[in-house]
């Protein structure tokens, strides 16, 4: 007998466009829950032609709208925004990344949710969240990759900041979503009423959180943080190295252990054993030498050379993976991070796996990216007990 997704029974209004809500929308619907994704009638979400199409459908759509159902529903008109009430009764979870104030412009804020399912969780993602003096600004995964102190850090020091190469922001956001809903149904489950509650993610604060120890370091010393490049600053050596053939390879030896493993086998035992560098803020304080010393060792040898030295010395090592790298990576294909999936055109492609694995209820692909409005009948009849006329006039109407 099969056991059941951890989310199966969990229904999901998914109102948001293009990153932020659908990346969470995603992985609740990896994990059994149902996600119902709303869309404009017109051309629904706008990642469907986003970067790279295969025909009419941006290929990315086939990872973020994977397992989902999509209906579409004009919510700026008083029929379509009734409609959002009615499913709203039966839902769990709605989950939305519009502008504050959005929502309640269409009659459909929290309160009146919550009159409409005191047990509904309404997630929503914003740049600069629901409260606070810059929540009316518009915002966006870059913009909050730079207040939220990302960017600041990224690049060299001596030239202008870089973004990192993918929407960051906007997906770490959208953990922190799935994670903050998911405490909020335990939550509800617990309590008596079953009440549920607001979620309020911000994409700067998502970004904010992954910053270490940057705010007391300098509370307590004044430090501010720069760009460093390939390193990370107070961690050493850990560092990108050129190798004999022109590629680079990252090796990680800042544990104290590694750092022994490493010098030694590299043909430096003095410093493997020196008191100057056998701690970590040791070998900070020396890490331009150390660093100098680690190049020297990989510049004599190729990439695959100092690879295999490394890895039977037991020390962090890796060639720089580009997604060619990934798509061949004999690790990736055994832990199912690559699959296969089937266009309806019977075209095959390969897609991403499913992060994280558990062990007897594990996430699964049951489908690709819906077309527009594909699941329109079968939720409207389900849910709603839309008869023939009722779509008729609704679709003649705009209103879906």
Known sequence: MSKKKPLEGIKVLELGNIVAAPFAGKLFSEFGAEVIKVEEPTNGDPLRNWRVMYKDTSVWWHVQARNKKSITVNLREAEGQEIIKNLTKTADVVLENFKPGTLERWGLGYDTLKKVNPSIVLTRISGYGQTGPYREKAGFGSVAEAVGGLRYLTGYPDLPPVRVGIAIGDMVAGLYAVIGTLMALR??????????????????????????????????????????GSTLPGVAPSNSYLCADGSYVIIGGNGDRIFQRLMTTIGRED???????ATNQDRVN????????????????SLPEVQRILDEASVPVSAIYSIKDIFEDVHYQSRDMIQ?????????????????????????????GPTLGQHNEEIYKEYLN???????????????
Do not use: C
């Open 187 to 228: 939550v509800r489950d617990r309590d008596e009423e079953k009440r549920g509650q607001e979620v309020d993610v911000a994409l700067y604060e998502s970004v904010f959180s992954l910053l270490e120890g940057m705010l007391p370091e300098y509370d307590l010393t004044g430090e501010i943080r720069e760009r460093t």
């Open 340 to 368: 296969e999936v089937e266009l309806a055109d019977g075209k095959k492609i390969k897609t991403p796996g499913i992060v994280p694995k558990l062990s007897e209820t594990p996430g699964e692909i049951d489908a690709n």
């Open 286 to 301: 020396n890490v331009e030498y150390i660093d100098s010393v680690i190049e020297a060792w990989t510049k004599q040898h």
């Open 386 to 400: 839309f008869s023939y006329e009722d779509f008729k006039r609704l679709k003649e109407g705009g209103i879906i």
């Open 271 to 277: 410093m493997a054993t020196n008191p100057k560098y």
